[in-house]
């Protein structure tokens, strides 16, 4: 009876994870394949040769792949899992709660990936004898393997949460086929050595540093991601998510600003577009304990409540600050400001649409997702057409649908084009206003709960 | 009959209130208004047909679902507002519970009492603990995955017990276990209600639950349709009863002469005798049937009320419950000899009974 101080979910899923077949058989994969790789070096050692590139190259695609690609699929399902197997509802009943179902999940899959590379440390060793070995290269190679698995855990982790089991394939799917070409990277990456990608794009400590403090970033997000889809409705996992995005975008923003690294406001941008998504797609849950007056901090309450509601203001407040972080970065540009203003109608369009509609409905990521893809699609047919016929009317029109000012804008000809400038603003003010009657009712509920919670005598609330 | 000697009075603060639960699964009104209170001590039978609410009232007790109205209180704590204070007094047994993977009975209690809080020696004993008292010590090693129902049936209600909760919400516990098996499952719980715990079972063996149970819940559609002891459910004056008629020879007439009678219905017969089906089986109405039987000249040797099975009851509450507002049902009035009938509002005069009928 040891380890009382470790999570029990990490005891229970090491006690499960290292009798599994898929863990056998990608420890005895690797050792065979270490094996074959020590025979590969052996045979360019002994044939006189000094030159170990295709050695190099071998050994770290196979520790490549296993690390960032078998050892991160087996997390896609670790929380759904339980879910099928009726198990999850029982973890629920005891002491743990979500973030640490979710978190124990993920770090029992890192110390397995752990011990997957410290078994190939031995074989490191014995390379290193063989000569021309950069030992501390291959060092910080594993190190960055670890990082960027235990990144793409999390996101397995986050992902596994999904209840649908064709989203997750999708992902799944998308994830492989953007990897595509990623055994060629590792093998030509560590072909003179140990693998120089991270280390080539990094030159310094700092953006190494910088590197690592964002990957970290990313993993706490993806896991509490994870632990917000299995919670129960009266936990506030807005406020995690939200305070994490807000730390990783002023992260980005501050040492593009300082370094002069303009390209990082754009993948600023990026990082926080799944995050304001989420957010928008959040069911209000009217429940008295989340607007507790403890919660979140004050003078910023409204913007880490759970739902769509308080997901509006986050992205008005996150718009500011990339708005700020573009206008830094590239400052030359003309109609920053139109790209912005556009941005938000962009995102709240389709939750005024489908809350205007159907008042009612509780889960609309799915209708939101499928909104953007259409019309995305729609404005990208219309510019097309616009193009071919030059017909005026639809030239006009167009600067009314924020998906095609989204494309149109990267032009520099429309952002200093007054009616271009003046279909930003009109669609703003039409899409602001059908999102004020969607969220009045929403809107009003929470205010009515904030003051609940003011009250003294305010203990046990009963469920609104 | 209850096992439990120890239940709170009734006018104690009840450790559960459930008041005007409602839920819906789209258009589908799966519960509907359910209200009810659970007293500490007691031991509550909950009982419905397939698809009438009884486990999304359940799950919805637990916390594990949300109402779409009402409101449910555990200990004091609303379920939906402090879900986690809830969670940490019931003790809830689904009827399927999961397996996992490469563990063994010891390593599944070890992997839940961690997870429940307890550490180091408290730990252990813990699990042997409750191991020892669900009889799994002698399956410490088994894998989970190779038990039987009544195995893991046992398991499962370890599982539960382990933070030795105040309320312990089982649904169909006993479902799909052999006699055996059943009866060390009841003795279980027959023990846990003696031990003082508050039990809330769900199951379609009636019979096990009004040997067990303090009062009983009956739902259906999503309605509670009837709350009290087995007791109350069978003694309902002015509703449906049997009554066993036995004859010095089964005259070939009598059926016939049933037929005739409003608020009669003949549903078993043998060479002795039959079985007779009252509407509204009052001893008014008893007294007047055998009257008109004797004076039909009918050679009644055994006549009495045949004790009502809860089986009966309950179906006989769920038909009720799906005639929402049934006219009032057909009283015995013999119709051969409508002269021999007391008149309405008088006092029934005691038959002269034959031996042996009552």
Not at chain 1, 306 to 335: C, H, Q, R
Not at chain 2, 129 to 156: H, I, W, Y
Not at chain 2, 289 to 311: A, D, K, N, Y
């Amino acid at each position: 009876m040891t380890g009382d101080r470790f999570n029990p979910i990490v005891v229970k899923e090491m006690r499960q994870g290292l009798k599994s077949k898929s863990f056998l058989a990608a420890f005895l994969g690797l050792q065979a394949l270490m094996l074959l790789s020590m025979i590969i070096y052996f045979s360019a050692a002994t044939t006189g040769g000094d030159d170990f590139g295709f050695s190099n190259g071998f050994f770290w695609t196979m520790v490549g792949l296993i690390t960032l690609i078998l050892m991160p699929l087996r997390a896609f399902s670790a929380i759904y899992q339980e879910t099928k197997d009726n198990t999850l509802e029982l973890v629920f009943l005891t002491h743990l709660t979500s973030w640490k179902i979710s978190f124990g999940k993920w770090l029992a899959l890192i110390i397995q990936t752990s011990l997957l590379l410290t078994a190939v440390l031995p074989y490191l060793v014995l390379r290193y004898f063989l000569g021309t070995i950069d030992l501390t290269g291959d060092l910080r190679t594993i190190l960055y393997l670890l990082l960027f698995s235990m990144l793409f855990t999390a996101f397995g982790v986050g992902i596994s949460a999904w209840k649908s089991k064709l989203l997750r394939r999708l992902i799944i799917f998308f994830m492989v086929i953007s990897m595509w070409n990623l055994p060629q990277f590792l093998f030509f990456a560590s072909f003179g050595g140990a693998m120089r990608g991270p280390g080539v794009m990094l030159p310094g400590l700092a953006d190494h540093l910088m590197g690592i403090w964002v990957m970290l970033l990313l993993m706490l997000y993806f896991v509490e991601y994870g632990a917000s889809v299995i919670a129960p409705p009266a936990e506030n996992h807005a406020f995690p998510k939200r305070l994490i995005g807000l730390v990783l975008m002023g992260s980005l923003l501050t040492y593009g600003y300082i370094q002069g690294v303009n390209w990082l406001s754009i993948m600023a941008f990026f990082c926080m577009l799944p995050l304001l998504v989420d957010n928008l797609c959040e069911p209000v849950m009217l429940i008295p304990s989340l607007y507790n007056k403890r919660m979140p901090p004050p003078g910023f309450r409204w913007l880490f409540f759970p739902g769509w509601v308080s997901g509006i203001f986050f992205l008005l407040f996150v718009s500011v600050f990339l708005l700020l972080g573009l206008w830094n970065a590239y400052p030359a540009v003309d109609g920053m400001h139109l790209m912005v203003f556009n941005f938000i109608s962009l995102m709240i369009f389709p939750v005024a649409v489908v809350l205007n509609l159907n008042p009612g409905t509780g889960k609309w990521k799915p209708a939101y997702i499928a909104m953007q893809t259409g019309c995305v699609t729609l404005a990208g047919f219309l510019i097309a057409m616009n193009e071919v016929t030059h017909f005026n009317d639809l030239n006009f029109l167009l600067r009314f649908f924020p998906h095609a000012n989204f494309f149109l804008l990267f032009d520099p000809a429309h952002r200093t084009d007054p009616q271009t400038s003046a279909g930003v603003f009109v669609t703003l003010i039409l899409v602001s206003v059908a999102t004020f009657f969607a969220m009045r009712k929403a809107f009003a509920g929470m205010v009515r709960l904030c003051r609940q919670a003011r009250k003294p005598d305010a203990v046990i609330p009963a469920r609104t | 009959m209850s096992t439990s000697t120890n239940s709170e009075p009734p006018n104690s603060k009840p450790l559960v209130e459930v008041r005007g639960l409602t839920k819906y699964f789209g258009k589908l009104l799966a519960v509907n208004q359910v209200s009810f209170d659970i007293h500490r001590g007691q031991v509550i039978g909950f009982i419905g047909e397939n698809g009438a609410g009884k486990t999304t009232t359940m799950r919805m007790m637990v916390s594990l679902d949300l109402p779409d109205y009402g409101s449910i209180r555990v200990n004091g704590y609303d379920a939906v507002a402090y879900p986690n204070e809830v969670r940490r007094a019931v003790g809830w047994m689904p009827d399927a519970y999961g397996t996992y993977d490469f563990m063994t009975v010891f390593e599944y209690m070890d992997f839940f009492a961690r997870a429940y809080g307890f550490k180091g020696s408290e730990r252990e004993m813990r699990v042997r603990e409750v191991m020892d008292f669900t009889d799994l010590t002698v399956l410490a090693d088994r894998p989970m995955n190779k038990l039987s129902k009544g195995m893991g049936q046992r398991l499962c209600l370890g599982r539960t017990l382990l933070p030795d909760p105040d309320l312990l919400v089982l649904d169909e516990p006993a479902a799909g276990l052999d006699p055996k098996a059943r009866i060390e499952f009841k003795n279980l719980v027959r023990l846990l209600a003696a031990q003082g715990k508050t039990l809330f079972i769900s199951s379609h063996i009636l019979s096990e639950l009004e040997q067990m149970c303090d009062s009983m819940l009956f739902i259906s559609q999503g309605r509670i349709v009837h709350h009290g002891t087995s007791e109350s459910l069978k003694v309902r004056e002015g509703h449906p009863g049997v009554v066993r008629i036995e004859f010095d020879g089964l005259p070939d007439t009598f059926q016939e002469w049933t037929t005739l009678q409003p608020g009669l219905e003949v549903f078993d017969s043998d060479k002795k005798g039959v079985r007779l089906r009252m509407e509204t089986c009052t001893p008014e109405s008893r007294t007047a049937l055998l009257q008109g039987m004797v004076r039909e000249g009918f050679p009644v040797c055994e006549f009495h009320l045949e004790e009502v099975r809860l089986e009966d009851a309950f179906v006989d509450i769920l038909s009720r419950s799906s005639q929402p507002a049934a006219p009032p049902a057909a009283t015995y009035q013999p119709a051969a000899a409508p002269q021999a009938s007391p008149p309405q509002g008088s006092e029934p005069t005691p038959p002269d009974l034959p031996g042996g009928a009552s």
